[in-house]
């Protein structure tokens, strides 16, 4: 397939563990790529994707599609139009049912997942780094998971960034439905968003925004439409296809790996019982 000059890009979504070969392998045959997330299960592995990456010249965006969410990326908007201030810590929970077994049982088989903390955290350390990205990056973490640190049912954690400002992230893979929550506290306001479906892929979730504005006596509510996975991963394939055309990537190859990193950084905290020093990534 990948020899076949009329196929311009490729999209991969299979297991975690067979993301980089793939990539590379479609990198080096002058195929555009849009890599689901994790963008690799290991750093080695991103390098060499960010490697192939320049130099074959093609664009590759990682799929972070929680970017696109007109909930999620709507505080992104709110941040960056100082509607709450500098921003002084950001929180996600998510609360949801098991994760599914996948193909062959793959998402439960450590050397084909990686880690659980690879599967949908990473969308969390992906906003986080998103959201303060006028902060610069996290200077330390610490995680504490329940059993295996890759492999925990529960997890939480916690960054430092420069200048005071924190992140935290809580996962729970042991309840029902699935429920998402984010937090920003900013200087001067404050952004809570919630959604909540009996699916992570329902076509019909209850979402709410709400922003308490610098200055402003009240909180207010923004109205949002479609928000959920099913949506934000249809508008992620048209904006994979402009950013081929255009050249320029939803989530960058450096970006994909930042992410990456985090995660692995937190599995390592959680195993080691110790904070992690971003230095020493």
């Known amino acids: 397939m990948l020899g076949d000059p009329a196929i311009e890009a490729v999209a991969i979504a299979t297991p975690n563990h067979l993301h980089a070969d793939i990539a590379v392998a479609a990198l080096e045959a002058g195929k555009h790529v849009l890599l689901e997330k994790p963008m690799a299960t290991t750093h080695a592995d991103c390098d060499r994707i960010v490697t192939a990456a320049e130099r074959c010249g093609r664009v590759l965006t990682v799929g972070h599609e929680q970017r696109l969410s007109p909930q999620w990326g709507r505080i992104k908007s709110l941040i960056d139009e100082a509607a709450i201030g500098r921003p002084e810590h950001v929180h996600v929970t998510l609360f949801r049912f098991p994760y599914r077994q996948g193909s062959g049982g793959w998402r439960y088989d450590r050397a084909r997942v990686g880690s659980w903390i690879l599967e949908e955290p990473i969308h969390f350390f992906d906003v986080i780094l998103w959201y303060l990205t006028e902060i610069g990056r996290p200077t330390s973490i610490v995680a504490f998971g329940t059993g295996d640190a890759a ?35 900013g200087a001067t306001g404050a952004i809570r968003a919630l959604w909540s479906g009996v699916m992570d892929r329902t076509f019909e979730p209850v979402a709410s925004l709400r922003v308490k504005r610098a200055g402003a006596e009240q909180d207010e509510a923004i109205a949002i439409e479609r928000s959920g996975e099913v949506f934000e991963l249809e508008a992620q394939a048209v904006a994979a296809v402009e950013a081929f055309r255009s050249g320029r990537p939803i989530v960058s190859a450096r970006e994909g790996r930042a992410a990456v990193l985090l995660c692995l950084a937190a599995e390592r905290s959680a195993r080691e019982g110790r904070e992690i020093a971003v230095d020493e990534l």
Request: glycine share 8%.
């Open 151 to 185: 492999m925990s049912r529960s997890l939480s954690v916690s960054m430092r960034f420069p200048g005071g400002v924190t992140a935290s992230i809580n996962q729970i893979l042991a309840g029902f439905e699935h429920h998402q929550t984010v937090e920003v506290v």
